[in-house]
Nanobody, 127 residues
Framework: QVRPVESGGGSVQAGGSLRLSCTAS????????VVWFRQAPGKQREGVAA?????????NYAESVKGRFTISRDNGENMVYLQMDSLNVEDTAMYFC???????????????????WGQGTQVTVSS
């Protein structure tokens, strides 16, 4: 499919973990930058983590999630994952997967460059 499809959201208590999944048939061409964004009510959409599926591979993280979130890919399953550990209430948001057929670069947090977006999956963290 052209548009990414997310799954794996849910409700957890603070300190818990969740793993989000994102899949798209377009991931097989290895030219995509895949980014997890999130948007909380009343706030702007923000980039959380990015992974480039081409060469050289690379990842990027927002400062707020460094050391807690890990983005990875599974080539065989055509999937990109976001492992979220040590969740806190500030992580509550709708999480979106987006892709752009270009290297991530420094503009991976710039939402207008991404044409292909998933529908989102809700993550709710309670205290």
């Amino acid at each position: 499919q052209v548009r990414p499809v997310e799954s794996g959201g849910g409700s957890v208590q603070a300190g818990g973990s969740l793993r989000l999944s994102c899949t798209a048939s377009a991931f097989t061409d290895n030219t995509n930058c895949v980014v997890w964004f999130r948007q909380a009510p009343g706030k702007q959409r923000e980039g959380v983590a990015a992974i480039y599926l081409g060469a050289p591979p690379g990842t990027n993280y927002a400062e707020s999630v460094k050391g807690r979130f890990t983005i990875s890919r599974d080539n065989g399953e055509n999937m990109v994952y976001l492992q979220m550990d040590s969740l806190n209430v500030e992580d509550t948001a709708m999480y979106f997967c987006a892709r752009d057929p270009a290297p991530c670069g420094d503009s991976w947090i710039w939402t207008p460059r991404f044409t292909f977006w998933g529908q989102g999956t809700q993550v709710t963290v309670s205290s």
